[in-house]
């Protein structure tokens, strides 16, 4: 056993039996590599990616592999999902060098971690023009030992150029009405209007576009801002990328049509997707939209809650086929055959008709993903429950794919945003426990007294890796977001607690620029910073879009005016890549609402009238609209101070910037106001 074996990654832990001589992360590795004088082989990946299990048994598994790296040079292994800073740092390196990245990532390093060879996945042979891992390894084994100043040079040249990335803050100013309407119609232009979604193969779900467009309609009216989230949102929960009987949705679709999935599930996608689809409830009242939205919550608490209450991070995309080996999609997909064994030969064919399941499959061995290509006059609802029950059944008779119960900080805020809004939306107030138990832990775990976050924990055992800007942006949103549902202050000011940390250690005081890490963070080779989504919103916009709903909550002018420093740079970005920046339009577009701020004023919200206010409040569409809710005594909420009662009945203000409408006392009459343009 290598020296992961103390460590909390389930990553690194799935290579602690290896025979290669693996380090963490650490002063020690480079330490041992200096004493030594020999290159570090840096190798980064996730416990869900494919690639990397498949590179491990090929390569790290195998005994002369091992011997020969163990020799020849210190092998570090990374978690990406526990220090996405350096997975930052030294992806753009590779995406520089050779036009491309991905995982795993294999990054050759000096003594003093500056690269100077890259590549991700190497295969054990020489295959389709890539050498194989042997190979490189000789080949980079040669190089530091005959040509080292070709190697020094190359090294320094690439850590120059990525010093030269540091963004600039291109202008002050959030972006207006002419800039959201260019965002829109550059997304148009790139919309599939055939399948849904934008861009070609591979197409991954663009969870923070369709935020942005379901806004950008609450406040313009834009029916094509609301076709295309409508339109993809279908296409996505028809297709396979969506799991049929278990609910949530898969990293990718492979091809166009949403078809065919890269199967693992993670936690970040389900949780961007279940408010998505929340929200296209609340705009539409779809019966399928909603539907997805309460799905994938009971997906979330059933297959990714942890005995703790967090949220594990993934679902490994392989699993045992029953015959010993691990195959991608094995425990997702069926055949007719299958279907018919389980479900008797009636009830099989017709099963086969709805979910899209045909004899010549879209897998090998005739092997069909689930879909609803077409659904109606083939079964009523009382039907489809009992095959899908049954089904489900037959499938956790299957081996389960692995999980990685490492608990991330950012996407248990994501989750129990999504959690508290789909349990009020839905009135399951289940959902809004397990929200509340999600961020209990958060506090009790990942936060010290000083409003420092740990990235990760695992069974309850917090980590050793600092929290990043999207940690302390995402689960202040979660937090911000579990205010405005319970009516409970304490989590306005756990948020504001982390945004000060936000402020204090992320931003640039000059430019209002962000940072991914704080100031007093390890110093890598580049302090990485990057405004633009990946498969989550950037630290970046996220904390922008916290920022500026705690200032809508408080009235805190700092606040506001570092969330709209912040939003500058989407006024450049926006209309030229608003595919990949999504969050931040969707931030921009409460700010260009206000947002706007519901004081609902009542006894209590067990109180019905207080309730049915509270409801419609949460169920506006206003984009990033806050909610506040209590008697005219609650202390922790600035809204509610100096609302009285109207005629001694409960009341909601509507206000912007602290100046407020006239108050209702009537639920309809609110939410009108709310929904309108």
């Known amino acids: 056993m290598n020296r992961l074996a103390d460590v909390t990654s389930p990553y690194l832990l799935q290579h602690a039996d290896n025979p290669v001589d693996w380090y963490p992360w650490s002063p020690e590795a480079f330490e041992?590599?200096?004493?030594?004088?020999?290159?570090?082989?840096?190798?980064?990946?996730?416990?869900?990616?494919?690639?990397c299990h498949v590179m491990a048994h090929e390569s790290f598994e195998d005994q002369e592999t091992a011997d020969f790296l163990n020799e020849n040079f210190v092998s570090v292994k990374v978690d990406r999902e526990e220090r996405p800073d350096i997975d930052a740092v030294y992806m753009e390196a590779v995406q520089a060098a050779t036009g491309q990245g991905g995982w795993p990532m294999t990054v050759f390093l000096t003594p003093d971690a500056e690269p100077f060879y890259f590549g991700t996945y190497f295969p054990p042979r020489p295959r389709s023009g890539m050498p194989s891992f042997r190979q490189v390894l000789e080949g980079v084994r040669q190089a530091w030992g005959d040509r080292r100043d070709e190697v020094g040079e190359v090294a320094g040249k690439i850590v120059r150029d990525l010093a030269q990335r540091e963004i600039a803050q291109q202008g002050t100013e959030p972006p207006g009405d002419a800039e959201q309407t260019q965002a829109l119609l550059g997304l148009t232009r790139e919309y599939d209007p055939q399948r849904g979604g934008f861009g070609g193969a591979p197409k991954f779900p663009p969870s923070m576009v369709l935020e942005f467009l379901l806004r950008h309609h609450a406040r313009t009216g834009s029916e094509g801002a609301l076709q295309m989230a409508q339109d993809t949102s279908e296409r996505m929960a028809r297709g396979g990328i969506y799991d049929q009987l278990g609910g949530g949705f898969a990293r990718y679709s492979v091809d166009r049509d949403w078809v065919v999935p890269h199967?693992?599930?993670?936690?970040?996608?389900?949780a961007l997707l279940c408010r998505v689809y929340a929200h296209l409830w609340r705009t539409t009242g779809s019966s399928l939209a909603r539907r997805v939205a309460l799905e994938t919550a009971d997906f979330l608490v059933r297959e990714l809650r942890t005995e703790q209450g967090g949220f594990a991070s993934a679902l490994?995309?392989?699993?045992?086929?029953?015959?010993?080996?691990?195959?991608?999609?094995?425990?997702?997909?069926?055949?007719p055959e299958q279907l018919c064994a389980v479900l008797g030969e009636k009830d099989g064919e017709l099963a086969a008709r709805y979910y899209g399941v045909t004899e010549e499959g879209t897998f090998e061995h005739g092997r069909s993903v689930l879909q609803l290509p077409q659904t109606e006059g083939v079964f009523d609802a009382d039907q489809i429950?009992?095959?899908?029950?049954?089904?489900?059944?037959?499938?956790?008779?299957?081996?389960?794919?692995?999980?990685?119960?490492?608990?991330?900080?950012?996407?248990?805020?994501?989750a129990v945003a999504a959690l508290a809004e789909t349990g009020a939306y839905f009135r399951r107030p289940d959902l809004i426990e397990a929200a509340v138990a999600a961020a209990d832990l958060l506090v009790r775990v990942h936060l010290d007294e000083h409003g420092h976050l740990t990235r990760t924990s695992r069974d309850g055992r917090a980590g050793t890796n600092a929290g990043v800007l999207e940690d302390y942006a995402d689960v202040a949103e979660g937090f911000l977001a579990l205010a405005s549902v319970t009516g409970e202050s304490v989590w306005l000011d756990f948020a504001g607690l982390l945004l000060d940390q936000v402020l204090a250690r992320f931003t640039d005081a000059e430019t209002g620029a962000l940072y991914d890490t704080a100031s007093d963070a390890e110093q890598l080779i580049r302090r990485p910073q990057d405004p633009t989504d990946n498969a989550t919103p950037s630290g970046w916009t996220a904390a922008a879009a916290a920022l500026l709903s705690y200032a809508a909550h408080t009235g805190s002018e700092a606040h506001r005016t570092a969330a709209e420093r912040a939003l500058g740079i989407v006024t450049t970005l926006g209309p030229r890549v608003p595919r990949f920046i999504g969050w931040g339009l969707a931030a921009a577009e409460a700010l260009l609402d206000g947002p706007r701020e519901i004081a609902v004023v009542g006894p209590s919200l067990a109180d019905a009238k207080t309730a049915a206010l509270h409801r419609a409040a949460l169920l506006g569409t206003a984009p990033g609209a806050v909610v506040a809710a209590g008697d005219t005594n609650t202390e922790g909420f600035p809204l509610l101070s100096d609302r009285p009662l109207v005629s001694g009945e409960p009341a909601a203000?509507?206000?912007r910037h602290f100046t407020c409408d006239a108050p209702t006392t009537d639920p309809e009459t609110l939410r009108t106001t709310l929904n309108t343009n």
Do not use: Q
Request: with cysteine.
């Open 653 to 655: 203000y509507v206000c």
């Open 316 to 335: 490994d995309a392989d699993s045992d086929d029953g015959t010993g080996r691990s195959v991608e999609g094995a425990y997702y997909v069926w055949t």
């Open 385 to 414: 429950a009992s095959v899908r029950e049954r089904l489900l059944a037959e499938r956790a008779l299957r081996p389960a794919p692995g999980r990685d119960d490492k608990v991330v900080a950012a996407w248990n805020g994501l």
């Open 263 to 270: 199967f693992e599930k993670m936690l970040y996608d389900n």
């Open 32 to 51: 041992e590599a200096r004493r030594r004088d020999v290159p570090i082989l840096l190798s980064v990946g996730y416990s869900a990616c494919h690639w």
